[in-house]
């Protein structure tokens, strides 16, 4: 079902004797851009068209919608036919795609480790966006069972072509501290490399039990890496960021946060990741309640979109806006 987005065309008047190239044409949109269940949103750009992939939900392991402006977007099937052998169906989290420097699409999933009952993060790789991504590992690629297992995996190229993986240790599922870890990531994409290196913990007030979702991002010679923090079935969850060194830190949390907490028609806005458009604008893609069912999967978490400035290098989130906002650039 598309989402109902709001689109007015504003045509300005054309000024007797003005030529038709002064006239301009605007558009603008209204959050959310999809209105049906689509939680821990990621999306990649392929050949001018956004990929955006989400936890499972009543269309697949893995839903996947596509848009080529990040606000109309359509349903595309499933990416995620079947899981890994190690893992259960039915609680497939938090998928994010990236494409190597061999052309490949690799898939870095959350999933229900076998007997366990704790989840653990898988790989599967496509030749295509669209799949369907295949795992033919026997065990999860990352699984800290003794920590509560690991989810919210996220990847990473560096300026240098280096790969990274991200990710969260489940620790509020056994009442344990949450860490947000990194590591390097062979080239194809599939094996860690060298050492685990803790980046971040909840242990700021707004955290609450958990810090999640992380999400590594370069600009202008700087990391910065964006992770959302609290529960997330709650009005309290929200989007904070910590600028790091280098892609393993040591990173340090922004004394500004949250930068993105519930206002208006967003209760909870959460799980963000950010994209970038041809034209270089910085944009968010997160989930967010409606405040009357927050906790409810009907409608469940949906889909919004806001602009991120930057301001004396510093991220700045216009949001959540649930007004009219002009369309993304190009």
Known sequence: ?????????????????????????????????YTTDFPDPAAILVDGVYHAYSTNNRNGNVPLLTSTDLVHWQRAGDVLPQVGKWADSGLTWAPEVIRTAAGKYVLYYTARRDGTGRQCIGRAVADTPRGPFVDDADEPLVCELDEGGSIDASPFVDVNGSLYLYWKNDGNAIVQPTNLYGQRLSPDGLQRVGKRVKLLSNDAPWHGRAVEAPQMWHREGRYFLFYSGNAYDSEAY???????????????????????????????????????????????????????????????RMLWLDKVDWVDGEPIVRGPTDKPQPLPLG
Not at 7 to 25: I, M, T
Not at 248 to 275: K, M, W
Request: contains cysteine; glycine residues 12%.
């Open 1 to 33: 079902m598309l989402g109902l987005v709001s689109v007015v065309l504003v045509l300005a008047a054309c000024q007797a004797g003005e030529p038709a190239d002064k006239q301009s044409n605007a558009a603008t949109f209204t959050n959310p851009v």
């Open 238 to 300: 929200g989007v904070g960021y910590a600028t790091c060194e280098k892609p393993l830190g040591p990173c340090t949390d922004a004394p500004e946060n949250p930068i993105l907490r519930t206002a208006g028609r967003a209760a909870g806005p959460g799980h963000s990741y950010l994209t970038q458009t041809p034209a270089g604008d910085t944009w968010m893609l997160y989930h967010a309640w409606e405040p009357e069912t927050i906790g409810s999967k009907d409608p469940g």
